[in-house]
T-cell receptor
């Protein structure tokens, strides 16, 4: 079965550079979530989109922005990178299927490992 | 904000033993999910729980949604070496403007002695 695709898998940047991470959800999934996971930490929610509209916002720095496109893929744009931005960035997708709990099952991608030097 | 207390933080067990881990919260969640994460990989969904009191199994895994909606446990029976990894509980709220982002516990690192 098709899974969530993230690219690139690894990214090395210098401080103050910009980075763009891409996420391709599972086919027919309309909701995308971004999470950041630092070393030895649990994933922290950054931002989510439903039907191309931002649906919720977590601990996302102002230096970061994201959007969801008409084909439901999403991009996380990161500017003025700092050493502390080094982390695994996960995208997860789910389908709003009209059940009582429509956003229950989030499926995660393999992640993008960002290293800021 | 909401926090999940997951325990134990880590455990070493003998192959074939049963494993139990749990999560508690001061807040109510609509849904509890359990994920397993291998190093450098994304979390993989193991079990999703939707109703208070619900008991669900997935092979050797069994999880329950606490009746108060503030806790959940995960049991692994007859552990095998490939069970090694980090297990995360995650709570989810669906209400108003929230579209179901997950709040994760700190994880339980499972190591199995061969």
């Amino acid at each position: 079965a098709a899974g969530v695709i993230q690219s690139p898998r690894h990214l090395i940047k210098e401080k103050r550079e910009t980075a763009t991470l891409k996420c391709y959800p599972i086919p027919r999934h309309d909701t995308v979530y971004w999470y950041q996971q630092g070393p030895g930490q649990d994933p922290q929610f950054l931002i989510s989109f439903y039907e191309k509209m931002q649906s919720d916002k977590g601990s996302i720095p102002d230096r970061f922005s994201a959007q969801q496109f008409s084909d439901y893929h999403s991009e996380l744009n990161m500017s003025s990178l700092e050493l502390g931005d080094s982390a695994l960035y996960f995208c997860a997708s789910s389908l709003e299927d009209g059940k009582q709990n429509p956003w229950d099952e989030q499926f995660f991608g393999p992640g993008t490992r960002l290293t800021v030097l | 904000g909401q926090q999940l207390n997951q325990s134990p933080q880590s455990m070493f067990i003998q192959e074939g033993e049963d494993v139990s881990m749990n999560c508690t919260s001061s807040s109510i969640f609509n849904t509890w999910l359990w994920y397993k994460q291998d190093p450098g990989e994304g979390p993989v969904l193991l079990i999703a729980l939707y109703k208070a009191g619900e008991l669900t199994s997935n092979g050797r895994l069994t999880a329950q949604f606490g009746i108060t909606r503030k806790d959940s446990f995960l049991n692994i029976s007859a552990s095998i070496p490939s069970d090694v990894g980090i297990y995360f509980c995650a709570g989810q709220l669906n209400y108003g403007g929230s579209q179901g982002n997950l709040i994760f516990g700190k994880g339980t690192k499972l190591s199995v002695k061969p």
